[in-house]
C-alpha cells in the first residue's frame, strides 16, 4: 500500500473543524455481549459514524464529480464503506461504479476509511477525501433520508392493520412499551390480491452478520417473503432487504440504516390457476415493491414460493410478518384489498421525486 503524505495543515484542519460534531458521541459497551440496541444514544460511536454521506469529490479514475458514501459498523470501531459513483442508491448511482473502503475509528473520533492511494475522513458531521498526497479532494455531507411514503394514510376503502392500537385484525400480536408492533405476527384475513403499505425498523447489531441481523420478513400468503433484514451498505442479493427470498434479488439496495424507519409499499397480484385442473397454474403470481419509495420490484413474476414457505395451490392464507428473534419493530400497517399489482400514476411520480431530490 501506498503511503500517505498527508501535511499537519490537512490533520489540523480536521481536528479544528470536525471534531466537535462528536464530542458528545458515548463510547460503545465494553460488554460485547451486549449485541443489541434499540436506541441511538445507548448504541455510542460504532453507530453515530454509520450512516450515509453525500457531495462532491475526485476520486481515483472517476474524476471530480459527485458521489454518495454508505458506512457500516461492525462494533469495536470498525468499519466497512462503499462510495457510490453519482450519488447515493436510489439517489443518482450510476448502477455500476463503487468503490470499497474499510476502516477503523482514533482516539480523536474520526474514521479513516481508505484504499491504496484514497482516504476519507468521517465524522458524524461530514467526511472530507484526501488525495495520496494528503490534498483535499472534497467533503461529503451526513444525509438523513425519509421515505417520500412515510406517514402514508389508508384510504377510505384500506384495512388498518396497525396503528398503534387496536391489533383486531392480527393474530398473536406482542406491542413494545411505546406500542410498536413486534415481529411474530398472523394476519387475521388470508389475502388474495392487495394493496400493502407497512413501516418497520431494523435494531443496531454490530457485531452480526448476514442472517443473523435484523431479521424478519413479510410472508405474503405464507408463501412469498419480501426479505426484511439489515442489509445496509451490502450488494443487495436475494436473501437480503427487498430481495424474495433466495430467488429475486431488488433492482437496488434501499435499505436505510438501521434504527430508521423504512416503508415497503407493496402491490401483489396472486397466481391463477385453471378452472378445468385446480392443480394446473396458468399465471404466477405478480408483485411490485417500493422500498422507501423506490421501485425495487416492478410488475416481478414469482415463479414459485420462496424458502419453506406453504406449496402454492387455490386456498389463500394470511400474511405473516416473521420473527426470527430480533426485535424488528412495524408501525402504520394498512392494506387494500383486491387493487392487485397494479401502481397508481400518482405512486410512480412520487418514486421519482424521490430519486430527483436526493441527487
Given amino acids: 500500500m501506498r503511503r500517505f503524505e498527508f501535511t499537519r495543515l490537512a490533520l489540523g484542519f480536521l481536528a479544528c473543524t470536525m471534531m466537535a460534531a462528536v464530542a458528545s458521541a458515548a463510547d460503545p459497551p465494553k460488554d460485547k455481549n451486549k449485541r443489541t440496541f434499540l436506541n441511538a444514544a445507548e448504541a455510542g460511536l460504532d453507530y453515530a459514524l454509520q450512516g450515509e454521506w453525500a ?6 479514475g472517476w474524476g471530480y464529480l ?25 439517489a443518482g448511482w450510476d448502477q455500476t461504479s463503487k ?51 412515510m406517514g402514508l394514510q389508508p384510504p377510505a376503502n384500506a384495512i388498518v392493520l396497525f396503528n398503534g392500537g387496536k391489533t383486531d385484525e392480527l393474530k398473536g400480536a406482542k406491542l413494545t412499551d411505546d406500542k410498536l408492533l413486534l415481529a411474530g405476527v398472523l394476519t387475521k384475513r388470508p389475502v388474495g390480491d392487495f394493496r400493502l403499505h407497512l413501516e418497520f ?21 405464507q408463501r412469498y417473503e419480501v426479505q426484511i433484514l439489515d442489509s445496509f451498505g451490502l450488494e443487495g442479493i436475494e436473501n437480503e432487504c427487498g430481495g424474495l427470498y433466495r430467488q429475486t434479488k431488488p433492482l437496488v439496495n434501499m435499505c436505510l440504516p438501521p434504527l430508521t424507519w ?9 397466481a391463477r390457476w385453471s378452472k378445468d ?14 422500498h422507501n419509495g423506490v421501485a425495487i420490484h416492478w410488475h416481478r413474476e414469482i415463479r414459485a414460493k420462496t424458502g419453506g414457505g406453504k406449496a402454492e395451490g387455490l386456498e389463500t392464507f394470511p400474511i405473516n410478518l416473521q420473527d426470527h428473534g430480533n426485535p424488528v419493530t412495524f408501525r402504520n400497517i394498512w392494506l387494500v384489498p383486491d387493487q392487485g ?3 397508481p400514476a400518482a405512486t410512480a411520480y412520487q418514486s421519482y421525486v424521490y430519486r430527483r431530490r436526493c441527487r
Fill in 66 to 90: 459527485h458521489c454518495g458514501l454508505q458506512v457500516v459498523s461492525y462494533g469495536d470501531r470498525k468499519f466497512e464503506a462503499v462510495l457510490y459513483r453519482g450519488g447515493l442508491p436510489g
Fill in 55 to 60: 457531495g462532491s469529490l475526485r476520486a481515483p
Fill in 341 to 343: 399489482d397494479t401502481l
Fill in 201 to 221: 425498523r431494523t435494531p443496531f447489531m454490530p457485531y452480526a452478520k448476514g442472517q443473523s441481523r435484523g431479521n424478519s420478513g413479510v410472508y405474503i400468503q
Fill in 277 to 290: 385442473d385446480p392443480k394446473k397454474k396458468t399465471q404466477n403470481a405478480r408483485i411490485t415493491v417500493l
Fill in 99 to 149: 468503490l470499497k473502503l474499510k476502516g477503523q475509528s482514533n482516539d480523536q473520533k474520526i474514521l479513516w476509511l481508505e484504499t491504496a492511494d484514497f482516504k476519507i475522513a468521517v465524522t458524524t458531521g461530514n467526511a472530507m477525501a484526501f488525495d495520496v498526497y494528503g490534498n483535499n479532494a472534497g467533503t461529503l455531507y451526513k444525509q438523513n433520508r425519509v421515505s417520500p411514503t
Fill in 262 to 270: 423504512q416503508t415497503y409499499d407493496i402491490y401483489f397480484s396472486q
